[in-house]
């Protein structure tokens, strides 16, 4: 059984932005929401971010920083962070993952990996 003591459960939602996009300059703007709970038994601060986002083309931009929005919150155990951010693509679908560099309170460091998700314009059916 891995060690549960240090865990983080996050959670993507993507949408797509259709006011922020357009199709004939290869501009597709998606939003997506991250909820970041600390599932683990120590309180850990979210440091710092690793995204890979793949278009369809399977051009890779890799984007790193320091915390989220502006943000580096602190997770006691049980408690989360939402925030909304966004990506913008030259294809309609792409994908988002990646990982926070957490730290324990500790000083234990850990990753919280970002698990796959879809960013793609909605498909209307006629």
Known sequence: MPDQKYHITVAPRAS???EQSDAESDRYAFAYTITI?????????LISRHWVIT????LVQEV???????AQPKLRPGESFEYTSGSVLTTPVGTMRGAYQMVAEDGTRFD?????FTLSVPRVLH
């Open 64 to 70: 790193k920083g320091q915390g989220v929005v502006g």
């Open 37 to 45: 709970t600390n599932t683990g038994d120590v309180p850990a601060q």
């Open 16 to 18: 797509y932005v259709p």
């Open 112 to 116: 919280a990996s970002i698990p796959e």
């Open 55 to 58: 278009d369809a083309n399977n």
